[in-house]
């Protein structure tokens, strides 16, 4: 099993999960907030319905185990593309 520092960031999950047909998204802009736009960030399988909604983390942000795989079986990917 991968050590914490062996898990994959935010953004490395999301360029692995690709080849499987996951997709990036996000929310058109819902409100001016005093940080600027409020959107939610989602990952979607084209042959799925099911979706991730994304953390509010920056895409360097190493994902927890048990988040890649809970994100794995929505999305049907297999757990040992990530080690597990």
Same mark, same amino acid.
């Given at each position: 099993m991968p050590q914490f520092s062996e898990m994959p960031t935010l953004g490395q999950?999301?360029?692995?999960v690709k080849k499987f047909g996951v997709t990036y998204h996000h929310t058109p802009d819902l409100a001016e907030g005093? +940080?600027?736009p409020v959107r939610f960030y989602? =990952? +979607?399988r084209r042959?799925?319905?099911q979706v991730v909604m =994304?953390?509010?983390a920056n895409h360097e942000t190493r994902l927890q185990?048990?988040?890649v795989e809970a994100w794995c079986r929505t999305f049907d990917i297999p757990l040992d593309e990530f080690g597990l």
């Open positions: 999950f999301i360029e692995r005093p +940080r600027g989602y =990952l +979607r042959d799925k319905v =994304l953390p509010n185990r048990h988040v």
